[in-house]
């Protein structure tokens, strides 16, 4: 009991809320969170590379196409994404994709959208001359880019990444309305079924999702410092 | 795809409503939260800068839980597990009311006022520490040079992140329909539940969204032209 509170209906079932039914059934709560923010950040990764680069792109059809795509999206709730997603690639699909992937397709997209301004800010933070000395030593546009400037603007990136992977696990909260199974999800369930304890459940999930994006938060902090104290050497 | 497309469903009539009426739902909403996150930030954000340990310490606290935590799951704790915690009489105060609502401003506020007051301290910050040093030595109080020569700088700094905020909020409040506020998303789903006719009930949700944030992106483009340029070029 602390403060009036009976935390026992979460002591009871601790395991359920960290891996839902695994090892007998699939995996749920934390460990699907993390599953989905970690699948989602490494394909919005890519996905923002190629939008971010696509957006830098010298060509004006590619360059404001691809603006046309992030500003979408951007301008979309991740919500509106998501039922998109739903909704769509069944249809488009012919049906059979687990919800799990919706919801990873969805926060993909998103991010990508997000992602794609911090490589362009990245790139666009390289000094200009960067890219005229690598073409006078006799590089293509391309190989510049490749070699050059995207290595450094890259590692600037860096503590940004993170940040996004504080948001990507925040946001993995919303793959509870289409019935997958993360620690939302889970903790919904676990209301439903038990009515007396709503505070006590939530304030122990707002806890553990504190946890973990707080944790990360601080990595991107260090990650910033020590970043900021290379460059100062 | 065998999908026939009657777009009469969003156009006009009974659906219609629903989605304007939604639309009202939301941009309330978002305007409730904006303007109480403003002013929570501010506090917070006055207190995050107090000489007096606890305060700051308290404050400092505030900003990591509240940043770090998915505004849906403060949205369930509210809706659902804020009775036990709050006093009984604000709680039969609540009930009275919309609390579907009261329970989305007050989740959406608390979230946001933790960034807005990032946002106005990072603000402050910026101004050049002499600036405070020149005020005081030429006669003016702290507070008098807080309020005379560092805030007036220092709020014309923070309008950009806040009206981004406010971009954020509004596409925030669409997690409001999880506790049943009838807001647009919650419209657009409704829609499609009657009618099957999901694609034009979500286009039309998207168009709006698309439209609330284009018209406050352009704020921020219009602010930065007409304030901050002319100020830098000086």
């Given at each position: 009991m602390i403060g009036g509170l009976d935390f026992t209906v979460v002591w009871k079932d601790l395991p359920y809320f960290f891996l839902?039914?695994?090892?007998?059934g699939p995996l749920g709560g934390v460990g699907l969170t993390l599953y989905l923010a970690v699948v989602s950040l490494f394909l919005s990764f890519i996905g923002g590379l190629i939008l971010g680069l696509l957006s830098v792109s010298r060509n004006r059809l590619i360059k404001w196409g691809s603006s046309a795509v992030i500003q979408t999206i951007r301008g979309m709730p991740l919500l509106m994404v998501i039922f998109w997603m739903f909704f769509l690639l069944p249809s488009l699909l012919g049906g059979g994709m687990p919800a799990s992937w919706t919801v990873i397709t969805a926060l993909t997209l998103f991010t990508s959208s997000y992602m794609s301004e911090i490589v362009r800010a990245g790139i666009l933070g390289i000094p200009k001359g960067q890219t005229e000395a690598a073409i006078s030593t006799g590089l293509s546009h391309r190989q510049a880019m490749l070699h050059i400037i995207l290595p450094q603007a890259l590692r600037n990136m860096i503590p940004s990444f993170v940040n996004q992977f504080v948001s990507m696990i925040k946001d993995t909260s919303l793959a509870f309305i289409v019935g997958v199974s993360e620690l939302t999800q889970v903790a919904t369930q676990m209301n439903n079924r038990t009515m007396l304890y709503p505070t006590e459940i939530f304030l122990f999930i707002a806890v553990i999702y504190f946890i973990l994006c707080f944790a990360f938060t601080e990595l991107s902090r260090w990650l910033e410092r020590r970043l900021a104290y290379q460059k100062a050497i | 795809m065998h999908y026939h497309f009657d777009w009469a469903v969003v156009t006009g009539g009974k659906y219609y409503e629903w989605l304007v009426s939604g639309v009202y739902v939301t941009v309330k909403l978002s305007l409730v939260s904006i303007a109480l996150s403003f002013l929570l930030g501010l506090v917070i954000a006055v207190m995050r800068m107090s000489r007096f340990g606890p305060v700051r310490w308290f404050a400092h606290g505030y900003l990591e839980f509240f940043r770090n935590t998915p505004l849906l799951v403060q949205m369930f704790f509210w809706y659902f597990g804020s009775y036990k915690i709050l006093p009984q009489s604000v709680n039969d105060w609540l009930v009275k009311g919309d609390f579907e609502f009261a329970a989305a401003v007050i989740a959406l506020t608390i979230y946001t006022s933790a960034f807005i007051a990032e946002d106005i301290r990072s603000g402050v910050r910026s101004i050049p520490k002499e600036q405070m040093e020149a005020a005081r030595s030429s006669g003016f109080s702290y507070i008098r040079s807080m309020r005379y020569i560092i805030l007036p700088q220092a709020v014309r700094l923070t309008i950009p992140p806040l009206i981004n905020q406010f971009l954020n909020l509004m596409k925030n409040s669409s997690l409001a329909m999880t506790i049943g506020v009838a807001e647009l998303m919650y419209q657009a789903r409704q829609v499609e539940s009657y009618t099957f006719k999901g694609f034009e009930a979500f286009s039309a949700a998207t168009l709006v969204y698309l439209a609330m944030s284009f018209v406050i992106t352009g704020l921020m483009t219009l602010y930065d032209r007409m304030v901050l340029q002319p100020i830098k070029g000086r």
């Open positions: 839902g039914r695994y090892p007998k | -």
